[in-house]
């Protein structure tokens, strides 16, 4: 199978030995790396390591108390989604050991997008040309992208509800597409990098 990744920092190695990161070493606790090791014994992605390691706890301003509580939202998101795919659907590629990927060069450019209205840097994205026959995915990132700022009052709160999550979980994992989808691929690494192209270039 043929795919695109938007690789915002160019930094995927083409190399597959240096895709999944050996061994799993998080800055978690001692028992959260040991529960690491043994469910992801071929490594984890780099995104599923900034998944896995615990958010700052900088309680000691007001932005730096707001910004650790969207962590703690992302973190939770992330095990809540694991443990239901964990439990319902683990015949499917962990997003801790996936690299995200796009079907079509349309979708990329729907990404790019997306990673410029949240400000994010991309002035040395690449898409890479991607080969694999491993197990892949195709998922609404809806159900974990955008219920993040989902708003439930009138006093504008946003959701934080690991029981929310769960419901939500099942949603992206039964393959459910919402009314305002962004469609990703889960590929589980390693993958082979046919091309690299600046996205300048694309």
Not at 18 to 35: G, V, Y
Not at 59 to 70: P, V
Not at 162 to 175: D, Q
Not at 189 to 200: A, D, F, G, N, Q
Request: aromatic share 12%.
């Amino acid at each position: 199978m043929i795919l695109y990744h938007l690789d915002r920092q160019n930094t995927l190695p083409t190399d597959k030995s240096k895709q999944l990161s050996f061994p799993i070493d998080t800055r978690n606790t001692l028992e959260a790396n040991t529960l690491f090791n043994s469910l992801y014994p071929n490594g984890i992605s780099k995104t599923g390591e900034r998944y896995l390691n615990p958010f700052d706890i900088r309680l000691d301003t007001l932005e730096s108390s707001k910004n650790t509580c969207a962590n703690f939202r992302i973190y939770t998101i992330e095990y809540v989604f694991e443990m239901v795919r964990l439990l319902h659907f683990p015949h499917f590629p962990s997003r801790l050991t996936s690299l995200f990927a796009c079907r079509c060069p349309e979708d990329v450019v729907h990404w790019y997008n997306i990673l410029c209205k949240n400000s994010m840097d991309t002035s040395n994205a690449t898409v890479k040309i991607i080969e694999t026959s491993n197990k892949t995915f195709i998922g609404d990132s809806f159900w974990r992208d955008d219920l993040l700022t989902l708003k439930v009052d009138a006093a504008r709160q946003s959701v934080f509800s690991p029981f929310a999550y769960h419901e939500w979980a099942k949603k992206y994992w039964n393959g459910v597409t919402s009314a305002s989808p962004s469609i990703e691929v889960l590929c589980e690494l390693p993958v082979t990098v046919i091309e690299s192209i600046p996205y300048s270039s694309f």
